[in-house]
């Protein structure tokens, strides 16, 4: 441990007597009344900084995560050799770590390939193998690499640090490329898996294998026939078996549909199984438990359901006069949603009292 020369007058003029600034090969330790504040080398970024003031001069520090760091009250005639002897102290501790850094980067390298295949990428695997190098990358992304290591080594570093930046633009890369290739691979089956060929943004939708994947269409622009199509896209394609795929539609009409449509339109889907929200719930239920839970005639009688709420809302009126005031006021005034008249244009169309 050394201390470095403060100025008595900084200590004066901030009443903190007992004002010190020591260093060891790992930190710097600021000592003030208030308590103790420790820089860390390894959060140093940059080589330290000189800023000269009229009593006294400051050494700052750049810090990882953009903050800066400032010893206050250093003598002015010694802040050169604070600052020199700061920066001897600080290379050497980054000589070392960069060193064990280094040697991880191969590793990462290797990592990063396998994840790239013959298959669309996705974003989650990409950003894994991101945030598992994130301390990497922090620790070799300093002024100290360039310095301490020979020039092989620092054109690798570079090289890691940029793959780091740009991994998820290679992926968008990679996976443009695929895209491309499986649309000639499987022209045939898009042109004729339904009645019409598939257009561009379906065809898209079917290749892109994302780990969640949104959809918006209108009604009637073939929503359901992406669903069959893209099913049938991921058994060519080897990239699921039928028994692995389930297919979940709100109503009954329009999973029976769905199920319909795959037998005839897909020859290898046999095993792929059709569902309803509700009924996969009741069957997971029943196989969990043993016994499947009644579902309310309310759910599937609309004219029950409506009576039923009905007869609350009446209930309710009778019983609770604010209420029913709630209710008149809803109806008078909330039913229908406010419009202004377009022939009030300006002040001469407004009608005068």
Known sequence: MQDFPTTPLYRFFTFDLGYRVEANDRSVKVRRKKGEECISYSEVTSKPETVGGWLWDKITFNMSGGRRCTISGIDKSHSDSVKNELIRLVSRFHAESIKLSYQKIEPSYEAFKSIFSYRYTRHSIVEKWRKWNTELARALDNDFV?????????????????????????????????????????????????????????????????????????????????????????????????????????????????????????HNAEGVKTSTFHKLGLDIIGLATGKKPRVSKLQEDSTEFYLLINNFLTELTKKDHAFNRRVIDYFVTHLIPYKVNSVLKNKENILQP
Do not use: W
């Open 146 to 266: 360039q310095e301490f290591l020979p020039d092989n080594r620092s054109k690798k570093v570079k090289k890691f640090l940029r793959l780091y930046t740009r991994c998820h633009n290679m992926r968008e890369d990679h996976n443009r490329k695929f895209i491309e290739k499986e649309k000639k691979k499987y022209k045939g089956y898009f042109d004729q898996v339904e009645n019409n060929p598939l257009t561009e943004s379906q065809r898209l939708a079917c290749i892109v294998n994302e780990d969640n994947n949104l959809v918006l269409a209108g009604a009637g622009s073939g929503k359901t026939s992406v669903i069959i199509a893209k099913a049938g896209y991921l058994i060519e394609a080897g990239l699921a078996k039928p028994h692995e795929i389930l297919i979940l539609a709100y109503g009954r009409k329009a999973s029976k549909e769905t199920d319909e449509r795959i037998k005839e339109k897909l």
